[in-house]
């Protein structure tokens, strides 16, 4: 019998909610086995039955404080659809930018305050030399963003203090010095730089979703039918002052984030090329940011939809969402089978997790072992994410995509000496999940300065409206309609069904839900646990690995499980090593 180990990462940090992982090891230390389980109950889908269906937006989108205006949007398209309702142009541009300040802000957050620590050593740029710093950022970047010799001295001199106090806070337990990290002392310097430097601008990205959306988090300015930003987009300085903004946040993302993950794709090229982390290489996107008006499913979008199988680009699937489900066989809730969200149930039916005498919690798959459901696409498990709109987006032939994605590959093939670019298939792994999102950053920011102006052009040619009168009293009391486009971190669905003017059943399969979800039916992974699967682990004291890939998704379990347990009933211990 060979010798299995468990390694139980509970709770997994730098990420937004409750999330315990279970990996199982061989006498390798490979990853033979995974279970990832929410451990937290919440309930909003619940909430919102009986409500009017005016009111769902400003309820759902407290499923979340991070994607919140996702959620927001999500939930009104729904009703619209339902209602049959066609938004005007200026108010399909400013939820493109609402929504695509969400990406840009979110994006670099995860990257540098996230996800990025498993790839810098924070304590190792203590022997950066910061003239060598200085001199190593140019080979990244023609016009490095903040790292000459003085800014980087200063940036060591306030990361000793940190450190020589003890003040490393909620980074103390990390697993610094680990054989992991591969970035030079001087590249861990320009990474912790440009750390505290995007600290600072993530006030702009704030009050980048702030200037049409009233406020930041929970955005205020959609209803039902439009935008309520009448006078914002009539008011040039406004709109200079979303340029200027985006702007300086553009050169950020092309001077920093671009160039420090090229250094790191160049460091960690073996983890892409051996398809680390790369998971079910299912990959769905529902499609989104509508370039036109013609309506509500039938816009030419920047992300196009689809799934592509098996990493087959050859072959694009179109997306439909009758073939979406939800099944409960290993979450904590009743359901007879899958369902489509309709008609989906959240009927809670909390088992614990069961323990083994040796005292680990031991994950039977006949279990039920998590708050998140098992979202199914078509009877396969998928991937979501700005690596499936990426990878949806080169099958589908389209232009802008494929030629962000090109760029990006021929960079790291000229890093790396190849002479060519680097093979498409090294996206398919964790250090490719996290190129896909800076890749796509890029893109959303170059994408939103031509949204803006065309919002000022449409405006300024004398078209102020915002929105689609709509009677409520006229349409009919009994509707259903969906809500699907793309969240940060994936698809976003809200389905609504509506009686006699009310909400009778709401359903959210979010992003997170896909790609955080337990094993379905079938006893099929979810995307986070496939991901898992054949990952060596150098060091059991210190399971990074674990943490780089599941990282590489960004999870959000507010929104995987948007419903809390308040019987204060134990749902894991806390071990920290
Ligand atoms: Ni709570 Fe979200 C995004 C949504 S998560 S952050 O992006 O919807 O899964
Ligand atoms: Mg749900």
């Not at 992300?303 to 699937?317: I, Q, R, Y």
């Not at 073939?323 to 969200?341: F, L, R």
């Not at 379905?520 to 399971?543: N, W």
């Amino acid at each position: 019998m060979s010798k299995s180990q468990h390694i139980i990462v509970d709770p997994i940090t730098r990420i937004e909610g409750h999330l315990r992982v279970e990996a199982v090891i061989d006498e390798n230390n490979v990853i033979t086995d995974a279970y990832a389980s929410s451990t937290m109950f919440r309930g909003i889908e619940t909430i919102l039955k009986g409500r009017d269906p005016r009111d769902a937006g400003l309820l759902a989108m407290r499923i979340c404080g991070v994607c919140t205006g996702t959620h927001y949007q999500r939930s009104i398209e729904a009703v619209e659809n339902a209602f049959d309702i066609t938004i005007p142009k200026n108010a399909r541009l400013v939820r493109n930018l609402i929504q695509g300040a969400l990406y840009i802000h979110d994006h670099v957050v995860h990257f540098y305050h996230l996800h990025g620590l498993d790839w810098v050593d924070l304590v190792d740029a203590l022997k950066g030399d910061p003239k060598k710093a200085q001199e190593e950022s140019f080979n990244w970047s023609r016009t490095p963003y903040g790292v000459s010799e003085s800014e980087l001295i200063q940036v060591k001199e306030r990361l000793a203090k940190f450190v020589k106090q003890g003040r490393l806070g909620i980074f103390s337990n990390a697993y610094w010095g680990s054989k992991a990290y591969k970035l030079t002392p001087e590249q861990n310097l320009i990474a912790t730089a440009h750390y505290l430097q995007a600290l600072d601008l993530q006030r702009d990205a704030a009050k980048l979703m702030a200037i049409f959306g009233g406020k930041m988090p929970h955005p205020q300015s959609l209803v039902v039918g439009g935008v309520t930003c009448v006078q914002d987009i009539q008011n040039p300085a406004r709109i200079a002052l979303f340029k200027t903004l985006l702007k300086k946040f553009t050169h950020f993302i092309k001077t920093a984030y671009l160039p420090d993950l090229a250094m790191a794709g160049v460091k960690y090229v073996d983890e892409a090329l051996d398809g680390t982390g790369a998971g079910l290489k299912n990959f769905m996107s529902y499609g989104d940011f509508k370039l036109d008006d013609t309506g509500f499913y039938n816009a030419k979008n920047l992300f196009p939809s689809g799934v592509v199988l098996n990493g087959d680009l050859s072959k694009l699937h179109p997306f439909d969402q009758s073939k979406v489900a939800e099944d409960v066989t290993h979450a904590w809730y009743d359901a007879s089978g899958p369902q489509h969200p309709y008609d989906g149930t959240t009927n809670p039916n909390y088992t614990g997790l069961e323990k083994k005498d040796d005292g680990y919690a031991y994950l039977k798959t006949k279990e039920k072992y998590s708050w998140i459901k098992s979202p199914i696409y078509d009877d396969h498990r998928v991937e979501v994410g700005p690596l499936a709109r990426m990878v949806v987006g080169v099958a589908a032939g389209d232009e802008r995509i494929t030629k962000y994605v090109t760029n990006f590959l021929a960079l790291l093939g000229d890093k790396l000496g190849l002479g060519k670019p680097a093979p498409t298939a090294a996206l398919f792994s964790t250090v490719g999940r996290t190129a896909a999102r800076a890749i796509e950053t890029e893109l959303m920011a170059d994408v939103m300065i031509e949204w803006v102006d065309e919002l000022a052009a449409n405006v300024a040619s004398g078209d102020l409206s915002t929105w689609t009168e709509f009677d409520f009293d006229k349409v009919s009391k009994d509707a259903k309609g969906y809500g699907l486009a793309e969240a940060p971190r994936g698809g976003l669905g809200h389905w609504v069904k509506i009686k006699d003017g009310k909400i009778e059943n709401y359903q959210a399969v979010v992003p997170s839900t896909w790609n955080a979800a337990p094993r379905d039916y079938k006893d099929r992974m979810g995307a986070y646990e496939a991901a898992l699967i054949g990952t060596k682990v150098a060091d059991v004291s210190q399971p990074i690995e674990i943490l780089k890939t599941v990282h590489s998704f960004d999870p959000c379990i507010a929104c995987a499980v948007h419903i809390v347990d308040t019987k204060g009933k134990e749902l894991s211990k806390f071990k920290v090593s």
